[in-house]
């Protein structure tokens, strides 16, 4: 199994960038996609989930309004739409598959799979 994250790079405060992240090896069929994100010298943060469908969608409160999830599956691709962006979004991005639901997701902060990350960096 593998998720390929890409699309991470620098931008200025106020701009945007979309994040997609590929998912192969198995079905995701029922298994949530999210995205996560680690700031230097922080922990793991939630930011984003998405179930099967893409009618129930969870959002962290940093990013709530800013930020928009989707997914693609006949590409098993989730994407994160990242609008208003500030220095405070600067962390590297990590995409993830659960079998679960997007809440459960984000308050439990776990994951059966996890992609290798793609940093965005937010300059003021």
């Known amino acids: 199994v593998q998720l390929q994250a890409c699309g991470g790079g620098l931008v200025q405060a106020g701009g945007c960038l979309r994040l997609?992240?590929?998912?192969?090896?198995?079905?995701?069929?029922?298994?949530?996609l999210g995205w996560f994100r680690q700031a230097p010298g922080k922990e793991r943060e939630f930011v984003a989930a998405v179930n099967w469908s893409g009618s129930n969608t969870y959002y962290g409160d940093d990013v709530k309004g800013r930020f928009t999830i989707s997914r693609d599956n006949a590409l098993n691709t989730v994407y994160l739409q990242m609008n208003s962006l500030s220095p405070e979004d600067t962390a590297v991005y990590y995409c993830?598959?659960?079998?679960?639901?997007?809440?459960?997701?984000?308050?439990?902060?776990?994951?059966?799979?996890w992609g290798q990350g793609t940093l965005v960096t937010v300059s003021s």
């Open positions: 993830a598959a659960e079998p679960t639901t997007p809440q459960v997701m984000g308050v439990l902060l776990r994951a059966d799979y």
């Open positions: 997609s992240c590929a998912a192969s090896g198995r079905s995701f069929r029922d298994y949530v």
